[in-house]
């Protein structure tokens, strides 16, 4: 019997499906991407006001790349004008 991402072979024994739990993981990964690219564009004519603020966000693009979150270094790097 097969249920989201495990897998149940009788009523006490459960087994994680490491397929659905990466791509459950790899849908998750989008949808925070584009949660932080509406929170930018949300802000934008704040951070266009602020340059402290450009620079605090400069120190987290590299977070932000090393976590391989595309579109969100791609608005971060428009929005500061890199």
């Not at 097969?2 to 990964?29: A, C, D």
């Not at 932080?36 to 602020?50: G, Y």
Request: charged share 35%.
């Amino acid at each position: 019997m097969e249920e989201g991402f495990f897998l149940k072979k009788n009523l006490f024994e459960t087994e994680v499906i490491p397929e659905q739990l990466t791509k459950f993981l790899k849908v998750l990964h989008e949808l925070i991407d584009i949660g932080i690219v509406i929170e930018l564009n949300i802000l934008s004519d704040w951070i266009d006001q602020d340059n402290d603020v450009k620079n605090k966000l400069r120190e987290r693009l590299v977070v932000i790349e090393d976590l391989r979150l595309k579109f969100s270094s791609k608005k971060l790097k428009k929005l500061m004008g890199v």
